[in-house]
């Protein structure tokens, strides 16, 4: 296959990205697909111009004209590309997804910096959107709730109701992870109020899967499984990956550890196959569980470690977090007590300082159980006060 060729069926055709026929870039056909990293593009010697950086997906040397650049230097990149291309990779290449929309933002994700280009309050908010996806899934739930609620003030109004609806969809998830199940829900009402017949089905899908994770966590696994079963219905590629692995979720809670455990080698399989970095650990996460729950916790630790890897390398402290739960899981059942608790205490400080509430729940059961398996009963009291405190202050 052509360079020319790789290059189209790879980022697809310039005119696909707005590029008005027959004005190409020049070095279209010669670009080579490096990294994700900043790269300098250059010019013919007939346009006699500097060095000018040119649009990055982590492509080298696509260069632009004076009639129809990707990239030049008075208007910069194009922002509906970087939106889209963004959003397009956000399961498969998270940094790169994030630099992308950054280049709207300007440096430090600045929204009125004098050297970024003047972009419309819509790519804007657009960005912001990616932003607080990426900021989610890792974990950063301050920062993701900020992104939301500047992404939504620049998205009202512009025709963009299926970025709000993403915008809602996150918040909701926030609001279950500080067990808020109150608002979760008005935010995914809120969202679904944003869709209409003609909008993307990945918003459906993705409050289709808030919805779903807020019915599980409120007990109602029947409601939990009918969301699940219609966005399955709609999805495809890397969202199949993600509701096997909140398939694998519910029926693990449901009491059905056998069938969570198919669902994660489906998730497994799913996500490597669709390239999904975002699902992919937490696949490991459940099929440990899984394997836990049925009684095998020595097989259970390979997944758990591999996953934490994957985890680590994705600087995701939110599946981090969640797959130290289930290693300290493996230290209960193999009652390996002295080991587990220290884990456990740094679970569950590294959820208390996300504030992932819901999490640090969880971290604290485990802490109170192991102090009282070790005999520090005076330690184990004061957890078990502390927990009964916490879900006093937010009930489920």
Not at 188 to 206: K, P, Q, T, Y
Request: hydrophobic share 40%; with cysteine; aromatic share 8%.
């Amino acid at each position: 296959m052509s360079q020319l060729a790789q290059n189209n069926a790879i980022f697809g055709t310039p005119e696909a990205f707005g590029v008005p026929n027959g004005l190409i870039p020049y070095n279209w056909d010669k670009a080579v697909c490096v990294s994700a990293e900043p790269t300098v593009g250059y010019e013919p010697a007939c346009f006699r111009r500097k060095l000018v950086p040119c649009w990055n997906v982590g492509v080298k040397a696509l260069g632009s004209d004076d009639k129809g650049a990707l990239y030049n230097r008075r208007k910069g990149a194009d922002p509906a590309f970087l939106n889209q291309r963004a959003w397009t990779i956000r399961w498969s290449d998270r940094k790169s997804s994030v630099d992308l929309v950054q280049q709207i933002l300007g440096p430090n994700d600045r929204l009125a910096n004098q050297n970024a280009p003047k972009y419309p309050r819509r790519d804007k908010g657009l960005a912001l959107r990616t932003l607080a996806w990426q900021a989610k899934w890792r974990g950063a739930l301050n920062e993701a709730e900020n992104k939301c609620h500047q992404g939504l003030a620049r998205l009202r109004g512009e025709n963009a109701g299926d970025a709000m609806a993403d915008c809602y969809s996150i918040l909701g998830v926030i609001s279950y992870s500080r067990r808020d199940l109150t608002g979760a829900r008005d935010h995914v009402r809120d969202g679904f109020s944003c869709l209409s017949e003609n909008s993307a089905v990945a918003s459906r899908i993705d409050l289709l899967a808030t919805r779903a994770n807020i019915e599980r966590y409120s007990g109602r696994l029947d409601r939990a499984y009918a969301c699940l079963t219609e966005a399955m219905s709609l999805a495809n590629g890397a969202e199949l990956a993600r509701l096997e692995h909140n398939i694998a979720r519910a029926t693990l809670q449901d009491g059905y550890p056998q069938q969570s455990l198919e669902h994660s080698e489906s998730a497994l399989m799913l996500a490597q196959k669709f390239n999904n970095r975002v699902i992919l650990p937490y696949a490991f996460e459940t099929m440990g569980a899984a394997l836990i729950d049925v009684g095998q916790a020595d097989r259970a630790l390979d997944p758990l470690s591999r996953g934490l890897a994957v985890a680590r390398d994705e600087q995701d402290h939110r599946v981090e977090c969640q797959l130290l739960h289930e290693i300290c899981r493996v230290h209960m059942a193999q009652q390996e007590f002295k080991t587990g608790l220290p884990l456990a205490v740094g679970g569950q400080k590294t959820a208390r300082d996300m504030g992932y509430t819901l999490w640090e729940t969880k971290f604290l059961e485990l802490v109170a159980y192991f102090q009282d398996q070790l005999g520090q009963t005076e330690a184990a009291l004061q957890s078990f006060k502390a927990l009964v405190q916490m879900r006093g202050n937010n009930p489920t």
